[in-house]
């Protein structure tokens, strides 16, 4: 039975990365941080670029771990069940719990690159970071000199078309969706949930808060994620054994 899951930022609050819009969020507790991810204030005003630059060299996905969730992800790839895992999330910890990055498709990008938004060039943002440890607050494009930012989707701009598609079909080929941590309310990723039940899958839910999907579910789970995803995951390998 092949499994495509789609998950959210709440996959990654056991391992001390907040979530956005939940009631400890970052954009919750602060409103403004948002602007520091919005395409236009970011190119616009040179202070909101510092404080986003800041905000890069304290996050806490350098120091993060991968919890039971995650690694629960990497037993259902060698289960042998998984067809695809579609992130929202930015900070890599499914790799770093062992699922193949050729499985992984990150919608929104991810906070371990950097690039350039004139020429595009794409540089290892450990070495961008060390600039800013070093005391350049802006730190431009080493090549062209233009504004650099992390190799994600900020508010404002597309996401990049062969990674949609990449999600697209994975929600197409699947006979069973997950959406895991995510509200379910940000678009095109929250459509994927769509996507998955007009092809026939069926769709099981895994998050603390009430999603506009869950009304069409098989399934809804409550229960803490890095509980209740170990769990499920076992379900479904017992099940096809």
């Not at 979530?19 to 602007?35: E, I, L, M, S």
């Not at 910890?93 to 499985?103: E, F, M, N, T, V």
């Not at 504004?147 to 999600?167: C, M, R, Y």
Request: net charge negative; hydrophobic share 40%; aromatic share 4%.
């Amino acid at each position: 039975m092949p499994v495509s899951l789609l998950t959210g930022a709440g996959i990654s609050t056991a391992s001390g990365i907040p979530d956005f819009r939940g009631p400890q969020g970052v954009w919750t507790k602060n409103p403004q941080a948002a602007a520091t991810v919005t395409i236009d204030s970011y190119l616009a005003d040179p202070e909101v670029r510092r404080a986003a630059w800041r905000a890069r060299l304290d996050h806490p996905a350098w120091n993060a771990r991968p919890n039971a969730a995650h690694l629960a992800l990497a037993d259902l790839e060698r289960a042998g069940l998984l067809r695809a895992l579609v992130t929202q999330n930015i900070d890599g910890l499914h790799q770093r719990a062992g699922s193949s990055p050729d499985k992984v498709v990150e919608l929104h990008g991810t906070l371990h690159r950097a690039e350039c938004v004139s020429c595009d060039l794409i540089t290892p943002m450990s070495e961008v970071l060390a600039r800013v440890t070093a005391g350049e607050d802006d730190p431009p494009c080493p090549r062209c000199g233009g504004v650099q930012k992390s190799n994600t989707i900020f508010f404002g701009q597309d996401l990049d078309a062969e990674v949609l598609d990449a999600a697209i079909d994975a929600a197409r080929s699947c006979e069973l969706f997950v959406a895991v941590g995510t509200s379910l309310t940000v678009h095109p990723a929250a459509g994927l949930c769509g996507v998955a039940l007009d092809a026939g899958a069926r769709l099981v839910i895994v998050n603390a808060e009430p999603t506009p999907y869950d009304p069409f579910a098989d399934r809804v789970i409550r229960e803490p994620i890095g509980e209740a995803l170990p769990m499920f995951v076992k379900e479904l390998t017992h099940a096809t054994r």
